[in-house]
């Protein structure tokens, strides 16, 4: 079965650490930084990287437009189940 | 697979749209403001009507609009968008112009201009962010503040006696013949942005084809002001704003005739 896997890359300085892609999030991937940047805000980040799949529903909600989402989607091979006599 | 095959230009789903500049927006956190400038820049470059729409932009939080969009604006003294916008599309008919307006900017200094541009029928797109408050000047009453609503100028609760009531000035405009697609949307999670896109880009259309106004109303938040993070406003908003300010096309004539309006017979 194809399985689609995503990767976001937040622009931290741009990032006001609003939160709304937090919550839009279907995967739990994404999570607020503790540590802040220049500005003093604190900064989205992927908590969960393998989670993402790439559905840029954070990327529609970011009011800064500071996110930007990537998503490919692997072919994994099926492997047939061996009947054992 | 690691992070950096995915990351690949080729893998792209999702970015900051073309248009948009590089300056950062002067908006607060969370604020509804800078996804609808992203909605109007993606439409825009959907449309491909980069190197003929204008803008009009007010006084209010969105008064340097003009910094984040690269097309061509104009700013207009504080509610008289409509007004100004009235001047350039008749100057310029084969021109998109819009304005970008506040509820402040709209429903109260503004409300002569809007109300008779759209009985007019002007062939502009009027944006309203209506978030229920003055935003730029530290969270005034609006006259699209709910009833109990608290500002700092109504620190009670807004009262109907002494306040008056507040104002569904989209349902006004959707009466007028003039106007020919007047909807009511909102940008709090990623299905009703898209719907939203989709509103603001029928909108276009309909200025491209001379149909008349197009009235959009997008009910938003002002987090700042309400005194919320921007996760809480977005809640408040869904149980507050949204039973007085409910979603939804409120009148839709894209399809039919705009002059279907009966005149009086002799």
């Not at chain 1, 976001?8 to 892609?21: F, I, Q, S």
């Amino acid at each position: 079965m194809a399985k689609v896997i995503g990767a976001v890359v937040v622009d931290n300085e741009e990032c006001k650490g609003c939160g709304l892609c937090v919550v839009a999030c279907p995967q739990d991937a994404l999570s607020q930084n503790k540590q802040v940047n220049g500005r003093g805000y604190h900064y989205s980040f992927m908590k969960n990287p393998q989670a993402c799949i790439g559905c840029s529903n954070c990327a529609t909600v970011c009011p800064d437009s500071c996110i930007v989402v990537y998503r490919v989607k692997i072919n994994e091979v099926r492997t047939e189940p061996v009947l054992v006599s | 697979m690691n992070l950096a095959d995915i990351i690949n230009p080729n893998n792209l789903v999702y970015e900051k749209p073309k248009l948009l500049t590089e300056n950062t927006m002067h908006y607060c956190p969370g604020c509804s403001h800078g996804v609808v400038h992203k909605l109007l820049a993606e439409v825009i470059l959907d449309l491909d009507i980069q190197e003929k729409t204008i803008g009009v932009s007010p006084v209010g939080c969105a008064v340097f609009a003009y910094n984040y969009i690269e097309i061509d604006w104009q700013e207009a003294a504080h509610g008289r968008a409509p007004a100004v916008a009235t001047g350039i599309a008749r100057c310029n008919p084969d021109k998109v112009v819009f304005t970008y307006q506040g509820d402040g900017d709209l429903a109260s200094i503004g409300a002569a201009e809007i109300l008779h541009a759209c009985n007019r029928g002007e062939n502009i797109v009027v944006i309203f962010v209506n978030n229920g408050i003055y935003g730029m000047t530290g969270g005034q009453m609006a006259p699209t503040t709910l009833i109990g609503q608290v500002t700092a100028t109504t620190p009670n609760g807004r009262d109907a006696g002494r306040n008056g009531y507040p104002l569904k000035i989209t349902e006004l405009i959707a009466q007028l013949p003039g106007t020919s697609y007047v909807t009511r949307q909102s940008v709090h999670t990623p299905a009703s942005i898209r719907k939203c896109k989709k509103a603001i880009s029928k909108a276009f259309q309909a200025a491209i084809d001379k149909k008349g106004t197009s009235f959009v109303e997008v009910v938003s938040t002002c987090n700042m002001n309400w005194k919320l993070s921007p996760v809480k406003a977005n809640e408040w908003m869904v149980d507050n704003m949204f039973p007085f300010y409910q979603p939804g096309d409120l009148k839709d004539s894209t399809k039919t005739d705009p002059a279907s309006y009966t005149p009086l017979k002799n």
